[in-house]
């Protein structure tokens, strides 16, 4: 499942030209924004990407290129300014805690430093409560 003819006309014009600056010519955009949302929708690892969607190493630089360059930044801050532009309330984003996943080391884990030891447990002198 790609994308629409709809959503392609509003995110065309934010990519990069596709002039190559070295090499051959870089592979369609569209069969790229397809793969890269196919890879992040079902949560496959990219060499598992499937062959329809050409090499999974493309997708993956472009994936990159398209950071570091501020492309990525261009697209999610102006899609929803159309969108809200538009007045059309057809857009979200939605984050689900079962694809996010964390880093082993976000889930609390001492960093650094010697382990404290818990202060040690002295029954009380007073009466019990009860």
């Known amino acids: 499942m790609g994308s629409s003819d709809v959503q392609w006309a509003r995110i065309e014009p934010l990519l990069p030209d596709r002039l190559p600056r070295r ?22 690892p990219w060499m598992d990407l499937p062959s329809e969607f050409g090499s999974w190493k493309g997708a993956h630089n472009r994936l990159r290129r398209w950071a570091a ?28 805690s079962t694809i996010v996943r964390a880093h082993q080391h976000a889930a609390g884990a001492r960093q650094r430093g010697r382990l404290q030891a818990s202060p040690p447990t002295v029954p009380s002198d007073g009466p019990a409560a009860g």
């Open 23 to 44: 090499g051959s010519r870089w592979r369609d955009h569209r069969e790229v924004i397809d793969a890269i949302a196919f890879k992040f929708r079902a949560g496959t």
């Open 69 to 96: 360059d501020g492309t990525w930044d261009r697209v999610f801050t102006a899609l929803p300014a159309q969108a809200d532009a538009d007045e059309s309330p057809d857009w979200a984003v939605a984050v689900d």
